[in-house]
Structures are given as structure tokens and as C-alpha cells.
């Protein structure tokens, strides 16, 4: 399969992203959906907790539940490559609120705040027991249109006293709040995946995430002429997404390929992706791509 380098797919950015709707493409349209057979996605795993041995539903095996997250954090770092600021965020609870906090509605009460300063990242949100007491904090990654939305100080405890000085608002009232400079946005997004593992659970999850991206990718595989399936799903690389090589005894020696995500095939996004791919290999060979390029794609209607 062919792929896109990290030199060829910076280019994804300055695309601009065709409407499906923006020119009279019916009969390209018409074309893209012989590919939308319905079909059932593949399971490559089995329905047995590895640990355990238990048998476990449809898609909730451990194998279902990596390539889940895997999908996830592919969107999260697709989004993340196209905005202008990405900043991870802590929030702890102190003694005096501890009793009467509700993690979802506390942090959807901080976003109604940033909504009337006109500030609404995207991103998501999780919680945390810690490890020595057991006190339950959230972590989230926010995602930005602006370069500099919220003239706040990195790395610093913020009360809520300060948050009042600094941003002119408490926004979280219930302890100290914290934002940073994620030093890698994958590994953050990774780090965050892991608290649902631990015992926490998402309070924040935004809805779209990395379709931008997905669409200029789309568009990009289409005017270079490269399949947009590998079979499973519609298969993408993130610019600066590499796997850390290791050495055999786990230390860092480098960075190897770029990790390979996955939107699965019956995605609702699907229809629209493979409208765009098929109408931009049009455009620059004058012809459909072959059926191969698009193989396995499917959605449920």
C-alpha cells in the first residue's frame, strides 16, 4: 500500500476541503456509492478477557477495546494537527468542595464559563482517583482555534483567587486548576486513555473530532492517486505521529515509522470521505480509482 511521507502529507493542511455539495458532482456521487455495500465490519480479535478468561460481549474484548482506543486517540491527534493551540488541563478538588463534587457537571459548568468569554475548545475529558489518598481530580486535553485564546500562566497551581486575577473569572472554584504545554500530543492523548483503564471515566468528549483533518486527507489520497482503504477501514498517518524505538531494556533510542489509524469502515463518516476521495482522483486523472483503493469500505444505511 502505498503511503503518504511527512513531508507529502503537511500538505494536507493547505488543502482546501471541497464541499460535497459545492459543484454538480451527481455522477461522481452516484459512482462513489457502488463502493457502500453493507457488510459486517471484521473482528480481528476473540471475545475472551485475556486476563481473565472470561467470555465477554461483542466488542468488548481486550483486542476491541485497544483498537478502540487506538481509534480514538488517531482522531484526537488528527485534531490536534490542525489546530492553532493544544494545552493539557488539571483540576483538583480541595477538602472544603470534596463532598459535594460531581466531576461532569463541575467541568461542563467551566466550559459554560469559557463559552461566555468566547472561548470553546475541543477535546476531552477524564478523571483520576489518586494513587495515595484516593482523591478524585480531572485531566483533559483542549484544543484550540486561536493561538492564544486564554491569557493564562502555564505550569502554575492556579486558586481560585488567582484565576479571578489572571483571567478576570474563577473558573474552577473547587480546588486549583492547572494548564500545560503537552511536551508530546500523543503521548498526552495515550496518558489520558490509560485513567479509563485505571478506574476513571470520561466526563468531556467532543463531537467531530479530527473530521477536518480526515476530509483534507481524503481530498490529498484522491489528487495523488493513493488507495484510501487498507481492507479494514479507512487507514491515515498523522504528520510527527511516530512509534519510540527502544532498546532491549526499554530505553528511548529513537523514533520509528508514523503510527497508522484507522476510522472503521462503517463509520458514519464513510460516505462523505469516500465522496470527497473519489471526486478529487476525478478531478486529477479524469477516471474512478480502482475498486481496490476503496475495498471493504461499507456503511450501514
Given at each position: 500500500?502505498?503511503?503518504?511521507?511527512?513531508?507529502?502529507?503537511?500538505?494536507?493542511?493547505?488543502?482546501?476541503?471541497?464541499?460535497?455539495?459545492?459543484?454538480?458532482?451527481?455522477?461522481?456521487?452516484?459512482?462513489?456509492?457502488?463502493?457502500?455495500?453493507?457488510?459486517?465490519?471484521?473482528?480481528?480479535?476473540?471475545?475472551?478477557?485475556?486476563?481473565?478468561?472470561?467470555?465477554?460481549?461483542c466488542?468488548?474484548?481486550?483486542?476491541?477495546?485497544?483498537?478502540?482506543?487506538?481509534?480514538?486517540?488517531?482522531?484526537?491527534?488528527?485534531?490536534a494537527?490542525?489546530?492553532?493551540?493544544?494545552?493539557?488541563?488539571?483540576?483538583?478538588?480541595?477538602?472544603?468542595?470534596?463532598?459535594?463534587?460531581?466531576?461532569?457537571?463541575?467541568?461542563?459548568?467551566?466550559?459554560?464559563?469559557?463559552?461566555?468569554?468566547?472561548?470553546?475548545?475541543?477535546?476531552?475529558?477524564?478523571?483520576?482517583?489518586?494513587?495515595?489518598?484516593?482523591?478524585?481530580?480531572?485531566?483533559?486535553?483542549?484544543?484550540?482555534?486561536?493561538?492564544?485564546?486564554?491569557?493564562?500562566?502555564?505550569?502554575?497551581?492556579?486558586?481560585?483567587?488567582?484565576?479571578?486575577?489572571?483571567?478576570?473569572?474563577?473558573?474552577?472554584?473547587?480546588?486549583?486548576?492547572?494548564f500545560?504545554?503537552?511536551?508530546?500530543?500523543?503521548?498526552?492523548?495515550?496518558?489520558?486513555?490509560?485513567?479509563?483503564?485505571?478506574?476513571?471515566?470520561?466526563?468531556?468528549?467532543?463531537?467531530?473530532?479530527?473530521?477536518?483533518?480526515l476530509?483534507?486527507?481524503?481530498?490529498?489520497?484522491?489528487?495523488?492517486?493513493?488507495?484510501?482503504?487498507?481492507?479494514?477501514?479507512?487507514?491515515?498517518?498523522?504528520?510527527?505521529?511516530?512509534?519510540?524505538?527502544?532498546?532491549?531494556?526499554?530505553?528511548?533510542?529513537?523514533?520509528?515509522?508514523?503510527?497508522?489509524?484507522?476510522?472503521?469502515?462503517?463509520?458514519?463518516?464513510?460516505?462523505?470521505?469516500?465522496?470527497?476521495?473519489?471526486?478529487?482522483?476525478?478531478e486529477?486523472?479524469?477516471?474512478?480509482?480502482?475498486?481496490?483503493?476503496?475495498?471493504?469500505?461499507d456503511?450501514?444505511?
Amino acid at each position: 500500500m502505498a503511503r503518504s511521507n511527512p513531508k507529502g502529507s503537511d500538505a494536507i493542511k493547505k488543502e482546501p476541503v471541497v464541499g460535497v455539495r459545492s459543484r454538480n458532482w451527481q455522477h461522481v456521487g452516484d459512482a462513489a456509492r457502488t463502493f457502500l455495500k453493507p457488510s459486517r465490519t471484521l473482528c480481528r480479535g476473540n471475545a475472551f478477557n485475556q486476563q481473565t478468561g472470561d467470555k465477554v460481549a461483542c466488542g468488548r474484548c481486550d483486542h476491541c477495546k485497544d483498537q478502540s482506543a487506538m481509534q480514538f486517540i488517531g482522531r484526537v491527534s488528527a485534531h490536534a494537527y490542525t489546530s492553532k493551540l493544544v494545552l493539557f488541563w488539571t483540576g483538583t478538588v480541595d477538602d472544603a468542595h470534596r463532598a459535594e463534587f460531581d466531576p461532569k457537571a463541575s467541568f461542563d459548568l467551566m466550559l459554560q464559563y469559557m463559552g461566555r468569554m468566547k472561548i470553546r475548545p475541543k477535546g476531552f475529558a477524564v478523571t483520576e482517583f489518586g494513587t495515595m489518598h484516593g482523591r478524585e481530580h480531572c485531566h483533559a486535553y483542549m484544543m484550540f482555534d486561536h493561538a492564544q485564546p486564554i491569557d493564562v500562566p502555564l505550569d502554575v497551581r492556579l486558586s481560585a483567587e488567582m484565576q479571578k486575577e489572571h483571567i478576570g473569572r474563577t473558573l474552577w472554584p473547587w480546588g486549583f486548576m492547572q494548564f500545560e504545554a503537552p511536551r508530546n500530543r500523543t503521548g498526552s492523548t495515550v496518558y489520558l486513555q490509560k485513567y479509563l483503564d485505571k478506574g476513571g471515566y470520561s466526563i468531556w468528549r467532543s463531537q467531530g473530532l479530527g473530521k477536518e483533518y480526515l476530509q483534507r486527507y481524503a481530498r490529498h489520497r484522491g489528487k495523488t492517486g493513493q488507495r484510501l482503504s487498507d481492507g479494514y477501514g479507512i487507514s491515515y498517518t498523522v504528520p510527527g505521529n511516530r512509534k519510540v524505538k527502544t532498546d532491549q531494556f526499554g530505553k528511548k533510542v529513537g523514533f520509528g515509522d508514523l503510527w497508522e489509524y484507522h476510522i472503521r469502515r462503517n463509520h458514519a463518516w464513510v460516505p462523505e470521505l469516500i465522496e470527497i476521495y473519489v471526486r478529487a482522483f476525478f478531478e486529477e486523472f479524469g477516471k474512478l480509482p480502482p475498486t481496490e483503493y476503496l475495498k471493504g469500505l461499507d456503511h450501514d444505511w
